[in-house]
C-alpha cells in the first residue's frame, strides 16, 4: 500500500487566501484524522472521521476551519481566509479500527505557510 | 485536558548504549500507548505500541507500561546514529491521541 497520501506538499499563500489540503488514508482504513504540528504547541488533533461521518471537531481553532469526508477515500481540510497563524505542518493519518487497538498511520504532511 | 509530558532534551548518548525515553499521563483512564519516532521534516512513524502492564520487546526497543504511576517509558538498546530523532509519546483516549512534545535524541557516533 502507498500509506496515506498527503497533497500539496507544500504551499505558500497570502493572507486572506483559501487553502485546501487534500488527503487520501490508507485504503480499508476507517477512521480519519487531521492533526497540526507547530514548534510552540506540537501536535494537535482537528478533527477525526469514522466511515466518513465526523465525530470530534473539538480541536478545530475556529470557523475559518472546515474539514470535510466526502468518499471512505478522500479528505480535504479547507481554511478560508487564512492567517499568518495558521502556518504549521498539517499531517493526515489513518487507522484500520478504533478504540483501544486504534494505531494511527501519518502521511507526509502539508508544510503550509502564509505570508 | 489530557496531558501528556515528556523531557525535550536533548538526550546525547553514545553509539551503542541505552537510550532510555519517558513520558508521563495525566489521564488514569487511557488504554493505550504509544511512541512515534520522527526525524527533522518528516512525519511521525509508529515505533511501538503497548495496552498491558509490564514490557513489549520489539527487536532493539522495548516499551514498558505502568499504569499506576501513568508511566510509560522507551529504551532504545545498541543506539545507532540513525536512531537520532525526536521521539513522541501518545496517549489514546477514546481515539483521540494526545502526543506529548516530544524528547530529542542525539546518538554520538
Known amino acids: 500500500d502507498a500509506g496515506v497520501i498527503q497533497s500539496p506538499r507544500h504551499e505558500v499563500t497570502e493572507m486572506g487566501q483559501e487553502v485546501t489540503l487534500r488527503c487520501k488514508p490508507i485504503s480499508g482504513h476507517d477512521y480519519l484524522f487531521w492533526y497540526r504540528q507547530t514548534m510552540m504547541r506540537g501536535l494537535e488533533l482537528l478533527i477525526y472521521?469514522?466511515?466518513?461521518?465526523?465525530?470530534?471537531d473539538s480541536g478545530m481553532p475556529e470557523d475559518r476551519f472546515s474539514a470535510k469526508m466526502p468518499n471512505a477515500s478522500f479528505s480535504t481540510l479547507k481554511i478560508q481566509p487564512s492567517e499568518p497563524r495558521d502556518s504549521a505542518v498539517y499531517f493526515c493519518?489513518?487507522?484500520?479500527?478504533?478504540?483501544?487497538?486504534?494505531?494511527?498511520?501519518f502521511g507526509a504532511g502539508t508544510r503550509l505557510s502564509v505570508l | 485536558q489530557k496531558e501528556v509530558e515528556q523531557n525535550s532534551g536533548p538526550l546525547s548518548v553514545p553509539e551503542g548504549a541505552i537510550a532510555s525515553l519517558n513520558c508521563t499521563y495525566s489521564d488514569r483512564g487511557s488504554q493505550s500507548f504509544f511512541w512515534y519516532r520522527q526525524y527533522s521534516g518528516k512525519s511521525p512513524e509508529l515505533i511501538m505500541f503497548?495496552?498491558?502492564?509490564g514490557d513489549k520487546e520489539d527487536g532493539r526497543f522495548t516499551a514498558q507500561l505502568n499504569k499506576a504511576s501513568q508511566y510509560v517509558s522507551l529504551l532504545i538498546r545498541d543506539s545507532q546514529p540513525s536512531d537520532s530523532a525526536t521521539y513522541l509519546c501518545a496517549v489514546n483516549d477514546f481515539n483521540k491521541f494526545y502526543f506529548g512534545s516530544g524528547t530529542k535524541l542525539n546518538v554520538k557516533p
Open positions: 503497548i495496552y498491558s502492564n
Open positions: 493519518a489513518s487507522s484500520p479500527v478504533g478504540g483501544v487497538k486504534n494505531i494511527q498511520y
Open positions: 472521521f469514522n466511515n466518513n461521518v465526523p465525530i470530534d
